[in-house]
């Protein structure tokens, strides 16, 4: 655990935090970083729901909720003023970063991670090294092995332990 | 990992495995023992439902479901007669255990282990420890938590690590 | 509205009622027969769950609501002492009528109404008309769309209306 | 059914529709109008998909869905830019009528009908009858009953018959 710097997000303004450095309120934590778009079914009505059993089973000292808004289509739709509305009244608290406008549609942090879409998952360990990359749904109970993966198992201990109580899904 | 002895369940009869032995078909893996009754509404609504979703985000090498038919209610409608054409009707294939009849209500594991009624969970991990004894619901997110924790913390590391990515929910 | 005497049932027991005249506590009134077996799972997950929001939208002296315990295969399994135990644990309070045997596995009642297998419903009008017979899952707004036209739109009224208000689905 | 003229809306702009004739392409049928804000979560949680189970058990020449979008606060974050993506990705497809500005921050036609927030659900039989008007959730088994009520059960026949079988619920 030498470095738990966590890798640059480009964002343009940082929502439900008065701190705009990821690595301040989110390093030496697992990190699920969920990029989504308002008006994307498959993040309404499965992964934010979802977020929140993810609160209610994981402290947020284990696990630190990030959202990303990666607008990628319907850009006049989803402004950062209808952004903020939709977060009030889904009573979201965790930190919403909005990602940063790109060259063409794909915002920049979208663009840097190749994101195939939304919802899409990516989950940091407490050492900062991204151990899962998800488009798409998952199960809660996929989602939470996920989760207790990068908490206690040592991405070192994947290379020396070989067996069904390995390090791996 | 000296011992993965698991500790005795007392069973009259075993379904859907050939081998009459927990040990045999269960040692070196987590176990997730199930307590439930075949007519108890919180243990068909939810937890049968929930085992299935165990076996889509864990592999039988990482998670060994067994289900314990541990009646202390409603006998005579519960025979394992009515639990066969259950099993058969729900589509369950793991083992499930006939807890032996005690000498009054309570039959036997569920009186050693001290259960509170149905449902009940029991999580051992690898080397046999029992980790997690829960009466009651949990959410898809929660139970996942413990199996998460279960496979991958040391039960020793919990002495030694404290902090935010310690080995505790 | 000349007669309102409901069709025969061949029950063998009666349950959840003193009286064992079907047309005493029926009549008069929509009926829904529901015809189950205590060990069919789309019965239990999803048609008696169905059942209880019935009683949240009508109420008994709309639509009377009733059990027929048709049971074709496990017979042994779901013995009329299981039944009692389920219909306690499940919360069942209206009368639940066991079908009586037939000579081979269908029972009479079943075999009566050509039954398919169960769940299957009959919906009877307040005249005794038999007005829908569906055998697997409705959803529940297909079911009250049912329930509604029993209730209020005159079979007669079939036959003299045709356009987009009339009395079919 | 001397008149089938439905009272009127105050509609900014029509979408999904050719016609900006509410009465043109309505009436004559049961008309289910859903006022709705599209950052409400009852709206988008519960309503909307529950006016897709309501044309899978209606034909629309039975019932005619007509969605208004009354917004009350957060105007500026709910325009008509956001509420066109919002149609798009959600898949709805019957008309949408914008409700007209008021003086205040309440829409003209919210106020008309009195309306204590979103979701409310307003239902007209085919004689363009205001038969009931609702805020917040119902059921699916009850707000099929209120169609069915409106779609076969004459008002005026709710004075003349009385009993269990009379035209309320």
Known sequence: MISTHLP???IGEWLNTPSS???AFASGRVVLLHAFQMLC???VYHSLP???SVAE???PEQVSVVGLHSVFEHHAAMSSTSLKAFISEMGITYPIGIDLPGHGAIPQTMAHYQMRGTPSLLIFDAS???RFHHFGRLSDMQLSAMLGQALWCDESAELAISGST????
Chains 1, 2, 3, 4 share one sequence.
Do not use: I
Request: hydrophobic share 30%.
């Open 166 to 169: 390995g390090c791996s899904l």
């Open 50 to 52: 979802q977020l929140k």
């Open 21 to 23: 450095d990821f690595n």
């Open 57 to 59: 089973a994981y402290s």
């Open 41 to 43: 079914p498959g993040c």
């Open 128 to 130: 900062a090294n991204l």
């Open 8 to 10: 640059p997000l480009y």
